[in-house]
């Protein structure tokens, strides 16, 4: 795929200074497959004046109106599945079956899901003697990571313009393809020209000067807590609204009356959804002392079972991630970790068998790990479980508590209400009880470093709201 130009008030624009194309990396061979534009300052100033004079016609728009736009841009991008979904499976390195399903059409529903929830939200409500309006927030600067490049940045579009806000989306670096196609079928759905403007290019070149313009009212982002702490400071320049869901450090905590054979497997089954490079991923798991060689037996045995390879290959269940340099990060903490006594249980830092060209990683289990190595307490974002052993519900309630990240987590338990106990216990911003569970009407958002705010259902859309109230 080879895109030259932005998608900037419902136009085709090439970048203002004419600059370099973008290559993007194959997961698969190493090699370019493709190439977007990398656009500057310039380009992310025209898309934003773009959004801002859109914004009056659009959050004038009833939100049933808007809500039927957003429905068949849904279905444009159902109609366009089968090229999305090999695209980001060769991008990010995600089976084509999740690809397909996860990341093109589920993505492509909930964005449908959410416009229509939008038209059930009260706009206007009396309150005493005041009558209390939301408004939208109004210019929205988007910008997504590369895990989940379609789905996550749907999750922004859907509910910032279902509720009458515009944006200026930036597609991630690594993994930009799927976005011209939600441009493509933003075109054919029929949306206002500038209520959606989509521009690619590298974080510090187009990305800080989208969150810093002053004609953006609000920042909503998704990726690494690093950039989120950045972003923060940008936009505390001018006090944008700012939503942010950043890193995680998750811990899946297995109760000694928990069964351990559907546990494990529903434990590692999560933690290995896009080899790992998932925010949410149950990277710690958290086992009973008395019976850690039993659960390194039973792990030994699920991750065998995974096939490494192609992720364009329908037998494939383990794909690559997404760049070299995160292959030579994970191996960089999974070396680290032995070095500081952690044990190999399966896998290991060479490449699997056959698979030295694109970034191919070992699906790995690590045990003897002390919570606050490295290894424990930083995202890895690939395909590694970190088991530590707990003395009891009061201990592992301690161990997953104790991280700078408060996404995600699980409890495993044979009793449901202990199990919903220990679960309100655990400083996240979600919990699912034995196995994984993911809703796309819950809120989804971080405690802690992991975030700002929510994203998902009525929870997320309140996120681009502005409420106001005039006393009668
Ligand atoms: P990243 O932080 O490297 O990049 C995310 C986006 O930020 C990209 O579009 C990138 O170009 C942009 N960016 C980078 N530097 C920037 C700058 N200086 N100014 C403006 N924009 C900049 O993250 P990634 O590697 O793409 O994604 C992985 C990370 O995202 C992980 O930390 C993961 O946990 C997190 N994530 C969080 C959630 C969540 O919902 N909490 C979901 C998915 C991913």
Sequence with gaps: MKRECFYINGQWQKPIKGGAALPVYS????EVFESVPAGTAEDADAAVRAASKALP??????????????????????????????????????PLEGARGYQTLRAADALEDIAVLATKIAYEEPLGESLVIREPVGVVAGISPSNFPLLLSLN??????????TMVLKAPETAPGSLFY????????????????????????????????????????????????????????????????????SAAIVLEDADLDSALPAAIEQAFINAGQVCFAWSRLLVPRAKLARCEEILRDVVSRYVV???????????PVVTRAATDRVRKFVSQAVSQNARIVTGGIEAPKGLSRGYFLQPTVLSDVDNRMPIAQEEIFGPVVSVIAHDGEDDAVRIANDSVFGLHGAVFSGDHARALGVARRIRTGQVDLNGFKLGMTAPFGGFKQSGLGRELGKFGLEEYLEVKSIQL
Excluded: Y
């Design 57 to 94: 016609a659009w959050a004038a728009m009833g939100a049933a109106e808007r809500a039927k736009i957003i429905g068949r841009i849904a279905q444009g991008l159902r109609d366009r599945a089968d090229v999305i979904a090999p695209l980001i499976a060769e991008e990010v390195g995600m």
């Design 156 to 165: 922004k579009v859907g509910a910032a313009l279902a509720v009458g806000c």
């Design 27 to 30: 997961s698969i061979t190493g």
């Design 309 to 319: 390879g192609d992720p364009l290959d329908p037998a494939t269940t383990l794909g």
């Design 182 to 249: 939600l441009a493509d079928a933003a075109e054919e759905a029929g949306l206002p020209p500038g209520v959606l403007n989509i521009i690619t290019g590298f974080g510090p070149e187009i990305g800080e000067p989208l969150a810093s313009h002053p004609l953006v009212d609000m920042i909503s982002f998704t990726g690494s807590t690093g950039v989120g702490k950045l972003l923060l400071g940008i936009g505390a320049q001018t006090i944008k609204r700012a939503h942010m869901e950043l890193g995680g450090k």
